[in-house]
């Protein structure tokens, strides 16, 4: 940091101690003016009106690039209050902090192998590569290594013995909960909020993957539902249902809640491949700026099948599967129904009866997803659904396969219209 920002800093901090010692105590009234309450060092801050504005002033100054790039707004902002906590009985030490912070900012930050424990998927394979995600489970290996850093941590903290003690016994509890559990791990740097943010947003591709493979090769009645490890509740709920006359009653059970995992196994893995979707991941193995227009679809694609997959509506499920068809050939001039139904006809029909068929049941969809959207229409749609879920996946399988013939939309646009062009041929 030059002499001049850390200067702008010296006073941005001067006038807020200024602006703290001019404010009134904090009124109670009808409307209570905005307020910023902390404690850092055992000195409480409470900031109003101008102290408050200087207060903002002063952390824009730090939540910039390429620092705000490298660190999160939490740590930025607590890193300032450390060091104003620090320097304001002796604003002397001021330029001091402030500039080990600068420093520190200027550094780089740590590096952090992040373990993020799913349910709904059951790993049968010692590892998966999932992009920059390796899919494992927590065994007894992981688990003392774990325990290793936490116990060279713990002895380096400072504090009683007890509060040590118990940082060790609440991780290790932890721990133990997620053996045998299947896990994500991913290398992110940044402060831990930021990697773990970051870490998680990658996880999410993940995990539309892995419900996206669910929704291959389990069937939708065990509702297998791949997410972040949390609480999950399950069971079923009871339905009474009493005649009006009083002769009939009957108690329905009905399962809610996710009712077992995906088995992921060396086999599934086999099937993704012999059907062409081991495509998926090898687009995940590159980096966002290298992937295709097509490739960057085949995702989003894949999102919005594994979002159907977790619908309860069959009108919801039925506007997930045709988000999928939609989007490889929607245009900003308005309806893209006919195109939808020529694209996916040609790249699916080897004969003109089956691209007939398959032109005939796209335009069905549409329309059923049109009078359920717009309409409120009650539709009998479980049949509908259970072919429009087999044309979706085959359709991905074969842009999947064929990504290096059109990597943009225009380009399947053209394809298409050629094959029209030339009677399909």
Same mark, same amino acid.
């Given at each position: 940091?030059?002499?001049?920002?850390?200067?702008?800093?010296?006073?941005?901090?001067e006038s807020l101690r200024n602006a703290v010692g001019r404010q009134s105590p904090m009124e109670m009234g009808p409307v209570l003016e905005p307020t910023k309450l902390f404690s850092k060092h055992g000195r409480?801050?409470?900031?109003?009106?101008?102290?408050l504005a200087q207060y903002d002033r002063l952390l824009s100054k730090f939540n910039r690039r390429p620092w705000s790039g490298k660190w999160s707004e939490s740590y930025l902002e607590s890193a300032v209050q450390d060091a104003m906590s620090r320097s304001w009985e002796e604003p002397e030490r001021a330029a001091a902090a402030f500039s080990e912070l600068a420093?520190?900012?200027?550094?780089?930050p740590p590096l952090f192998l992040i373990t993020i424990p799913l349910s709904g998927v059951n790993l049968q394979m010692e590892e998966l590569e999932v992009g920059p995600a390796r899919l494992c489970r927590m065994d007894a290996t992981k688990a003392a290594t774990i325990m290793a850093a936490v116990n060279r941590i713990s002895s380096t903290m400072q504090g009683p013995p007890s509060a040590k003690e118990a940082y060790v016994a609440v991780t290790q509890r932890t721990v133990e909960q997620l053996m045998g559990v299947t896990i994500v791990e991913i290398s992110e740097a940044g402060d831990p909020s930021l990697a773990q943010e970051r870490a998680e947003t990658?996880?999410?591709t993940t995990i539309d993957v892995l419900q996206f493979m669910a929704g291959l090769f389990v069937h939708s009645e065990q509702r297998i539902r791949v997410d972040f490890r949390s609480v999950e509740s399950a069971g079923f709920r009871s339905v009474l249902l009493l005649s009006e006359d009083g002769t009939h009653f009957v108690q329905?059970?009905?399962r809610f809640g996710p009712s077992g995992s995906f088995v992921l196994t060396s086999d599934i893995m086999e099937r993704m491949k012999s059907v062409g979707f081991m495509a998926i991941f090898d687009i995940l193995a590159k980096e966002e700026t290298d992937k295709t227009e097509i490739e960057k679809l085949i995702m989003r694609a894949v999102h919005w099948f594994?979002?159907?997959?977790? +619908? /309860?509506?069959?009108?919801? =499920?039925?506007?997930?599967?045709?988000?999928?068809?939609?989007?490889?050939f929607s245009s900003r001039d308005g309806e893209a129904t006919a195109a939808v139904q020529d694209g996916v006809a040609y790249l699916l029909g080897d004969s003109v009866e +089956? /691209?007939?068929?398959?032109? =005939?049941?796209?335009?069905?969809?549409?329309?059923?997803?049109?009078?359920?959207?717009?309409?409120g229409a009650e539709l009998h749609l479980p049949e509908m659904i259970v072919k429009l879920k087999s044309l979706t996946a085959n359709f991905l399988a074969i842009v999947a396969q064929r990504r290096a013939d059109f990597q943009t939309k225009k380009a399947l646009k053209q394809w298409v219209y050629a094959q029209r062009m030339a009677g399909g041929a």
């Open positions: 940091m030059d002499e001049r920002a850390l200067g702008n800093i010296i006073e941005t901090f409480q801050f409470v900031l109003q009106g101008e102290a420093a520190e900012l200027d550094s780089d990658k996880c999410l329905n059970q009905n594994s979002d159907a997959e977790l +619908q /309860r509506n069959p009108s919801n =499920k039925l506007q997930s599967y045709v988000t999928c068809l939609d989007m490889f +089956q /691209r007939m068929e398959i032109h =005939k049941f796209v335009g069905e969809a549409y329309e059923y997803r049109s009078r359920a959207s717009h309409e």
